[in-house]
């Protein structure tokens, strides 16, 4: 691949030096592909494919909501006026658990733990085994996100275990396994296109014309009761 001197535009939600979001429009290259041609975007290791959000947001909300008892709301509020929706935390935790899970991502968390294992940490498959996480009850009404949430639990206390120095430690772990299976392993597989709706209106089932008639039926009879337990118009 080779850059071409041709650029796009991306909006972002970031950090600021004093851990402030913001919003910002960020200026990034394109390149191109020696064998198919193909003109590629070009992103920074911390930004992942189809998100808004920097991955430093989304392993901080997602570490303070673990690390203090508190729900979604009081998490994201947390970074002030200008934060992130508490259903962007929820979505966010939910891909992270799939990703434990190994379900719809690109990359497999087995695989990412059996390479950091041969360059990082040796230790890092027993230490992943041997913890014991618990999660306040009142964050889950089910096992099944109980169990999901252990394992997103599991993933950050992973990468504090890799990288205990660094600010961001899942940002980090995040580089590393970028640099070594060149793809965001946190990313999910983009979704099917969705379909444009249509300028002219849609035509009419035979179920609406027939309702009308009944509806209008009763409105000629002057009925007490819905006509054909319908609700009278």
Known sequence: MFFINQTFDRNIHQFDDKQKIIYQTIELPFCRCKNCKAKIRVLPE???????????????SCSKYFSEIIGLSNTVQSFGNFHPHFSNLHRWLTSFGEYV???????????????????????????????KILISPFKYHTEKRKELLEGVAKLFKTAEFLYPQEKYPLSEWSKF???????????????????????????????????KKIIEKGKNNASRSPPDSRIQV
């Open 101 to 131: 899970f190994e379900a719809k991502q690109c990359q497999s968390k087995s695989a990412h733990i059996a390479e950091s294992s041969k360059f990082l940490n040796k230790d890092i498959m027993k230490f992943w085994d041997n913890q």
């Open 177 to 211: 396994l970028i640099q070594k299976f060149f793809v965001s392993p946190f990313c999910k597989k983009p979704k099917k296109t969705e379909r444009i709706r249509k300028s002219t209106p849609a035509k009419k089932s035979n179920r609406y014309q027939r309702d």
């Open 46 to 60: 911390n930004i992942e494919p189809y998100a808004r959000f920097e991955i430093t947001i989304k392993a901080t």
